[in-house]
Every structure is written in C-alpha cells, then in structure tokens.
C-alpha cells in the first residue's frame, strides 16, 4: 500500500520548536552581548532570551515524551537518542579539557607565564584547603552517584509500589519504591554540593579577577573550571528533578525510561569530572602553597 509505513524510524512531523529555539538562541546571544558592553535594558533582553530558551526546552521535550506514549520511540530510535546523549557528553568533556589545558598550562610552565612570577600558585597567593569543604563534596557526589545507580537499578528490576509509611509516605513514596527513593536522595545530595560550593564560594581567599595578573591568573582558571562544573551540577539536579517528576507520573517502564537513562548518564559525567577536579586543581594544583584558614 502506497504510503504505508514500513520501517521503524520515526519520521517527524514539522514543528515550530526549531524555529522558535533559533530565535530564543539569539534573543538570548543577543542580550548576553548587551549586557557585557553594558547597554541599557541590557539585562531585560538577557533574562527574556532565558525564559525563551526555557519554553524551548519545556515544549520540545514534552512533545517528546508525548511520542514516546505514542510508541514513536522503537528500540531503532531509542538506539540513536542514546548515540546522541553519548555525543552530547562527548563534547562536555572536551569543553572541560579546555579549562584542565588552561589550568595545567599555567602549572607546569609557569616560568613560561611572566605574570605568574614563574611559580603555581602564584607568590603568596592562599589556597583553599582541598581537605575540608572540597574533600566533602567529593563524598557527596560519590554518594550521589550511587543512589543515582541505585534508582536505576530499581527501575530496571521493576521495584516499586508497597505501602506508604512513615517519612517516605509523607512524600508520596511507598516502602518498596526504590526509584523515587534513590532520585530524592541523588537530588538531595546535588542541592547540598551546590550550597557548599557557594559557601565555599564565598570563603575563597582569592578573586575571579585580582589586582595582580598573577592573582587574576590563578582565580580565572580556578572558578572558570570549577565554576562551569557546579552549573552542571545545576543542570544536573533539574534533570534529575524532571524525572522524579515524571516517575510519580508513571512514565517510565523497565523497557522504556531512556530519559531516566541519559540523566544518570549526565550525572555520573559530572561526578567523574569532579574527581579530576578535585585531584588536579584542589590537591596537586594548590600543593605548596600557604592555606587559607577560614
């Protein structure tokens, strides 16, 4: 029969969405540029380009998920979502090499950097102490990443359901619902990262940008990588939250829960990250040098 579908690819029907994510990309690109130029209402193109984006994201995979329910996604479709969540990361991490070559570049050859006064860190610069706030978050996000395997695991074996008693009823959690057990404590752990960066953030003996190029140096490289990776972390823990959403909702099956897939995907990216991280900038990078005591 002409016209009958005879495949398993899924073909699109068309949609505002790529549009619409184009123009929000440049009302957003846009308003970014304004406000580092500091024009007027500078912010107010910025924050509206954000809203855009984030309708973006929120009508495109909704229509998503809405083809999945549909049966759209066959195991040839949810093959390449999983190659394109694999590229997606892929390309995370070479932008994270940029900021591990910049760091190492400014360490190993400091004689090379004149403002560095030719030592990492620079000459009399404190450094934070990788032993206290740094080592705890690392713990946090090892956590994280188990209870993150944990959820999966559950939904994979299909363990959830039982009656609801005592803290987890409250929330809407049975007693043998591991999979919106694990994602409460993987998000949990995510929000308490972020506020003990920020307090950490708050604490640092150094700038972003100091009176010294050593200093601003030393800071960029610093919160550049270690600030980029808590916006992941950020990322993370909203994606994570998407899908204790649609978990209470129902959406995910042992055979079909790709979006679960791909924020664990995401998560264990950003704990493995963290690591290098911590051994590369907090441990070896701040070797040496005097310890803020704060």
Same mark, same amino acid.
């Given at each position: 029969?002409?016209?009958?579908?005879?495949?398993?690819y899924? !073909? *699109?029907?068309? =949609?505002?969405?790529?549009?619409?994510? /184009?123009?929000? $990309? +440049?009302?957003?690109a846009?308003? #970014?540029?304004?406000?580092?130029?500091?024009?007027?209402s500078?912010?107010?193109?910025?924050?509206?380009?954000?809203?855009?984006?984030?309708?973006?994201?929120?009508?495109?995979?909704?229509?998503?998920?809405?083809?999945?329910?549909?049966?759209?996604?066959?195991?040839?479709?949810?093959?390449?979502?999983?190659?394109?969540?694999?590229?997606?990361i892929?390309?995370?991490?070479?932008?994270?090499?940029?900021?591990?070559?910049a760091?190492?570049?400014?360490?190993?050859?400091?004689?090379?950097?004149?403002?560095?006064?030719?030592?990492?860190?620079?000459?009399?610069?404190e450094?934070?102490?990788?032993?206290?706030?740094?080592?705890?978050?690392?713990? !946090? *996000?090892?956590? =994280?990443?188990?209870?993150?395997?944990? /959820?999966?695991h $559950? +939904?994979?074996?299909?363990?959830? #359901?039982?009656?609801?008693?005592?803290?987890?009823?409250?929330?809407?959690?049975?007693?043998?619902?591991?999979?919106?057990?694990?994602?409460?404590?993987?998000?949990?752990?995510?929000?308490?990262?972020?506020?003990f960066?920020?307090?950490?953030?708050s604490?640092a003996?150094f700038?972003f940008?100091?009176a010294?190029?050593?200093?601003?140096?030393?800071?960029?490289?610093?919160?550049?990588?270690?600030?980029?990776?808590?916006?992941h972390?950020?990322?993370?823990?909203?994606?994570l939250?998407?899908?204790?959403?649609?978990a209470?909702?129902?959406?995910?099956?042992?055979?079909?829960?790709?979006?679960?897939?791909?924020?664990?995907?995401?998560?264990?990216?950003?704990?493995?990250?963290?690591?290098?991280?911590?051994?590369?900038?907090?441990?070896?990078?701040?070797?040496?040098?005097?310890?803020?005591?704060g």
């Open positions: 029969m002409a016209g009958a579908k005879n495949h398993q899924h !073909i *699109l029907p068309p =949609s505002i969405w790529p549009l619409f994510g /184009a123009f929000s $990309a +440049l009302v957003l846009s308003g #970014g540029i304004m406000v580092m130029h500091k024009y007027p500078a912010y107010l193109v910025f924050f509206a380009g954000v809203a855009l984006v984030a309708i973006t994201m929120f009508g495109w995979w909704s229509k998503v998920i809405q083809e999945a329910h549909a049966g759209d996604h066959t195991p040839i479709v949810q093959l390449h979502l999983r190659y394109g969540m694999i590229l997606f892929a390309s995370e991490v070479m932008f994270f090499v940029g900021w591990f070559w760091w190492f570049d400014f360490s190993l050859f400091p004689s090379h950097v004149e403002a560095v006064g030719g030592q990492w860190p620079p000459k009399g610069m450094v934070l102490d990788a032993w206290k706030f740094p080592l705890l978050n690392t713990l !946090i *996000l090892l956590c =994280s990443g188990c209870t993150v395997t944990w /959820a999966h $559950a +939904l994979i074996h299909n363990e959830r #359901g039982g009656a609801l008693k005592g803290l987890w009823g409250l929330i809407g959690v049975g007693e043998n619902d591991s999979l919106k057990k694990g994602l409460w404590c993987t998000i949990i752990l995510g929000l308490t990262f972020s506020c960066q920020a307090y950490e953030y604490e003996p700038p940008a100091a010294s190029t050593g200093g601003s140096s030393y800071g960029g490289a610093f919160f550049m990588a270690t600030g980029f990776h808590g916006f972390v950020i990322i993370g823990t909203i994606f939250i998407v899908n204790l959403v649609r209470y909702k129902g959406d995910f099956t042992p055979k079909q829960h790709f979006g679960f897939e791909a924020a664990a995907w995401y998560w264990h990216f950003v704990d493995v990250v963290w690591l290098f991280l911590f051994a590369s900038i907090y441990v070896w990078g701040g070797w040496g040098a005097p310890v803020h005591a």
